[in-house]
């Protein structure tokens, strides 16, 4: 008896130890994203650092810290796992942009965004694996079957295009932004949808039927995750506009929002479809319908509190990944030299100094000498990331200013190359990926694998530091900033929005797809005129459905009722048709 109470006592011991080194963690994480919040505030006027890029050093410099203080065993704080961030920190990212992405410019390229978005993407995911099933059997990586191949490609087909929005300006180059933006978004949502699609199918004994099966799947999930995400706004919107929930509270009407949010993102995983497709569209929807039916200082409450989930979440995943690069696990794996553990040849040292210089030489070698192969497949997916970005840029580009009259609607070389700059960076969502691909509750266990997340670590922290250090001083040179620039943004901004979330084309307000002018557009006479001006006229029969069907059930701009106690617009209730 006495035995089995002390076993429970040391069991009970050994889990308040380890609660209490999880509470350490969490604590030194939690003062590291204060951090880069700090540092990223003290480097934003001269804007060649972005958070992303100062989140990646400061985890840099935390792993090195933590891997001297563990004697070689670990630099993280944290295990990374993809459920960790497929469902808390990717769906408040995703429905942000959804949320606050202005619509008049999203609408009126969305031809030329949905063909680099969604059409860029299969053909960069093509030439990607296609590249690396040639490149990669001449090195010993171990077995990859087509399956794999797939995946490489559709993981390292998403972008990450923040840095080049942080230097350009909506009002100098709105065409420009719009599409950089645009495609951006839709990018990732393809690419997550292809990189799903090709995870459900044995792609080893491909065949004509298999081949169809996969096209087929691809555009359901495409689809359907579509019409959730839309039905689940549409949802949201109806139960505030129809029970007032800001006549008792407001608490209730944020909470509610917040909650069908990210209800749109679990249900598409509940039902096997996209969830970050789903929740975008959500965010979409929310912000045309929904976002107008709450009281104003709701509006505000949720426009903040969505964007501050969103840079928090973002900062998290790149802070790991910085400390992440310095895994020696995944290292060790990478290198062909069996099991060299910096514990047995240090225990014999007795200088401290001797031993820190040990600990500091054994990281730079395992990292920057005995990796070779993953050197190399960095090199090559690099390389094939520029060629297949370059492969549908410039083509389609070209089949875009085909169809536009307007010089000022066309896409100029110089904008091109910008467009092809802005999408070589990689970040969060191809991490995700590779980490849902490649290892089993953030641990590796294969050589292979341990060398497809060393070499997507360091195609993030090249491409995101080198190439996001690069994107100023080439824009500057391709786009002279004129002398008297506009302020119109800044006029007509809300007083009450902190300049932090001053985002171009993530607007101060909820703008309306009213905006896009189709009040001056005459009704189409023929299917010609329809073809050659389709964003424009669709927008005409939209507007018409819109205004006659859908804001008179799901409320809007303009279309909300005067009810005392109710959610009301600055603008006179006239407005109600």
């Known amino acids: 008896m006495e035995s089995y109470m002390s076993s429970i006592g040391s069991r009970l011991q050994m889990l308040t130890t380890s609660d209490h080194a999880s509470v350490v963690s969490m604590n030194l994480f939690v003062a590291l994203l204060c951090a880069c919040i700090v540092i990223g505030h003290l ?24 891997l001297l203080i563990s004697g070689g065993k670990s630099s993280h704080l944290l295990v990374f796992s993809e459920d960790l961030f497929f469902i808390y920190l990717l769906p408040p990212i995703i429905f942000n942009a959804g949320f606050q992405v202005k619509k008049k410019q999203f609408f009126r390229n ?32 171990g077995p990859l079957d087509i399956g794999d191949y797939l995946a490489i490609g559709a993981i390292f087909a998403a972008t990450d295009s923040v840095c080049t929005l942080q230097v350009l300006n909506q009002d100098e180059t709105p065409l420009l932004y719009s599409l950089v933006f645009g495609e951006g978004v839709v990018n990732d949502a393809t690419s997550v949808v292809l990189f799903n699609a090709i995870q459900s199918f044995d792609l080893t004994n491909i065949n004509a039927a298999i081949a169809w099966d996969f096209v087929r799947n691809f555009f359901y999930l495409f689809l359907a995750s579509t019409l959730l995400g839309v039905l689940t706004g549409l949802i949201s919107a109806y139960i505030i506009r129809r029970l007032y929930f800001g006549r008792h509270s407001t608490d209730r009407e944020v909470a509610l929002m917040m909650l069908m949010a990210y209800l749109s993102y679990m249900l598409a995983e509940l039902f096997y ?8 569209f959500c965010g979409i929807v929310m912000s045309h319908y929904t976002w107008h039916n709450v009281t104003e200082s709701s509006r505000v409450t949720t426009k903040h509190a969505f964007a501050t989930l969103s840079f928090v979440a973002e900062t998290f995943i790149f802070l790991y990944v910085g400390m992440d690069a310095l895994d020696i696990e995944k290292w060790r794996f990478v290198s062909h030299s069996p099991s060299l553990k910096l514990g047995d040849v240090t225990a014999v040292l007795k200088p401290p100094s001797l031993y820190w210089s040990l600990c500091l030489a054994f990281v730079l070698v395992s990292l ?36 536009k009259k307007s010089p000022n609607e066309k896409i100029s070389f110089k ?24 290892t089993s509750a953030g641990h590796t266990h294969l050589r292979g694998n341990a060398i497809m997340i060393t070499s997507t670590i360091t195609v993030v922290l090249f491409s995101t530091v080198l190439f996001g250090l690069m ?52 009704h189409p006479s023929s299917i010609r005129a329809l073809l050659t001006t389709p964003t424009h006229n669709v927008h005409h029969y939209w507007r018409q459905f819109d205004d006659a069907f859908m804001r008179p059930m799901f409320g809007g701009r303009g279309f909300v009722p005067f009810v005392p106690g109710s959610p009301t617009e600055r603008s006179p209730p006239n407005q109600w048709h």
């Not at 860029?120 to 690396?132: E, N, P, V």
């Not at 479809?273 to 975008?280: A, D, E, K, R, Y």
């Not at 920057?368 to 083509?395: D, E, K, W, Y």
């Not at 091109?416 to 590779?434: D, K």
């Open 471 to 522: 994107t100023k001083p080439f824009i500057k040179i391709l786009l002279p900033h004129p002398k008297h620039q506009s302020r119109s943004m800044t006029n007509s901004s809300d007083p009450t929005t902190p300049k932090s979330f001053t985002i171009p084309l993530l607007g101060e307000g909820q703008d309306s797809l009213d905006d896009l002018g189709g009040h001056d557009i005459d």
């Open 415 to 438: 904008q091109q190359f910008i467009i092809w700059w802005a999408g070589l960076m990689r970040g969060a969502v191809s991490m995700a990926l590779a980490y849902n691909k490649f």
């Open 110 to 141: 969305f031809m030329t965004i949905m063909l680099f978005g969604a059409v860029g993407t299969l053909i960069s995911c093509f030439i990607i694996s296609l590249g690396a099933m040639q490149f990669f059997k001449k090195l010993d990586i």
């Open 43 to 66: 480097l934003e006027e001269n804007r060649w650092m972005n958070e992303s890029i100062t989140a990646l050093i400061i985890g840099l410099c935390t792993g090195v810290v933590i």
């Open 368 to 403: 920057f000498h005995s990796p070779g192969t993953s050197v190399a497949v960095s090199s090559i997916l690099l390389g094939l990331v520029m060629v297949g970005r370059a492969a549908f840029v410039f083509p389609l580009s070209f089949l875009s200013n085909l169809a």
């Open 273 to 280: 479809l996209s969830g970050i497709l789903t929740v975008f």
